[in-house]
C-alpha cells in the first residue's frame, strides 16, 4: 500500500456518486481530504464525480463494490489505499429503501433482508475491516480518525409504510454507539447523522408532494434538504470539530422530527 504525507486525510464513503455521498464528498474534499467514490457499479455518474474532485485539487479513486458483498470490503479498502494512501475516515452512506411501500403487515422477507443487508450488515462489517486496519496501524495523533454513519430521521420516526427500512437505520444507529464505545479509548470517533426530507433522485418522484407538506408546516425549516447541507455536517465530523461528541447523533432534518403542538 502507499503511504500517504504526515497530516494527510483521506475517506472512503460508500454510495457517493450522488446524492448525499457526492454532497459528503464535495465537502470533504473541500476541506483538503482526498476521496475514494464509492459505487455498487461503474458507470457515468461514478467516473463524473471522480473527475469533478480531482478538479478540486485532491487525489480521487474510484471504487466499485457492492457493500452487502462482505467478501468484497478488504478488496475495497485496499484498493482506496493504494490509491490515497492509509485512510482515516469511512463515511457509510450506501443505502437501499423498500421494495414496496404498504402496510407493515404486508412486508415481504425478501425487502426486509435487502434492507438489513445494505444498511446494516454491510455497513457494521465494513465498519469493522476499517476500524481493525486503523487499530492495528500507527496513526498520526494530528489527524482526525472517524466513522461517520448516515442512517435517517426514521431512527426517530416511525414510517409503517417502510417499516423494514426503519428497523435497518435504527440497528445502524446502535452500531454507532457500539463502536464510539469500543473504539473511544484509542482516540477513533463514531458519529451519525439523522437526515430528513433531502432533495436526491430517491426523493425526486415525491418531491412534489414533500414541498407541499413542507409548506403546511412538515418541517420548521422551510424547504427540503440538500447534500451540502449533509455535507457541512460529516466535514466537522471528519475534521475533528466534533470530537467530543462521539456516539452522538445530529438530526439533519430542519426540524422535521421536533415535538411540537
Known amino acids: 500500500m502507499s503511504s500517504s504525507p504526515a497530516g494527510n486525510r483521506a475517506a472512503l464513503i460508500t454510495g457517493s456518486s450522488r446524492g448525499i455521498g457526492k454532497g459528503i464528498a464535495l465537502a470533504l474534499a473541500g476541506a483538503g481530504f482526498d476521496i475514494a467514490v464509492n459505487d455498487r457499479e461503474g458507470g457515468d455518474a461514478l467516473h463524473a464525480t471522480v473527475g469533478e474532485l480531482l478538479g478540486l485539487g485532491v487525489k480521487a479513486a474510484a471504487i466499485v463494490g457492492d457493500v ?22 469511512l463515511v457509510n452512506n450506501a443505502g437501499v429503501s423498500v421494495l414496496t411501500r404498504g402496510d407493515l403487515l404486508d412486508v415481504t422477507p425478501e425487502s426486509y433482508d435487502r434492507c438489513q443487508s445494505v444498511n446494516t450488515r454491510g455497513a457494521f462489517f465494513l465498519t469493522q475491516a476499517f476500524a481493525r486496519r486503523l487499530v492495528a496501524r500507527e496513526r498520526d495523533p494530528d489527524v482526525h480518525h472517524c466513522i461517520v454513519n448516515i442512517t435517517s430521521c426514521n431512527v426517530q420516526a416511525v414510517s409503517v409504510a417502510r417499516g423494514e427500512y426503519c428497523v435497518s437505520k435504527a440497528g445502524m444507529s446502535m452500531m454507532s454507539k457500539l463502536f464510539a ?8 470517533g463514531a458519529y451519525e447523522i439523522q437526515p430528513g426530507i433531502i432533495e436526491t433522485e430517491m426523493t425526486a418522484p415525491v418531491s412534489d408532494m414533500y414541498k407541499q407538506r413542507i ?21 466537522a465530523m471528519a475534521t475533528g470539530q466534533l470530537a467530543f461528541c462521539t456516539g452522538q447523533a445530529v438530526q439533519a432534518d430542519g426540524g422535521l422530527v421536533i415535538p411540537r403542538f
Open 68 to 89: 452487502s458483498d462482505i467478501g468484497l470490503h478488504e478488496a475495497m479498502l485496499d484498493k482506496a489505499e493504494d490509491a490515497l494512501g492509509p485512510l482515516t475516515t
Open 181 to 188: 464505545v469500543r473504539l473511544g479509548e484509542i482516540d477513533i
Open 215 to 235: 409548506k403546511e408546516g412538515l418541517t420548521v425549516i422551510q424547504r427540503m434538504g440538500l447534500p451540502s447541507d449533509i455535507g457541512s455536517i460529516a466535514r
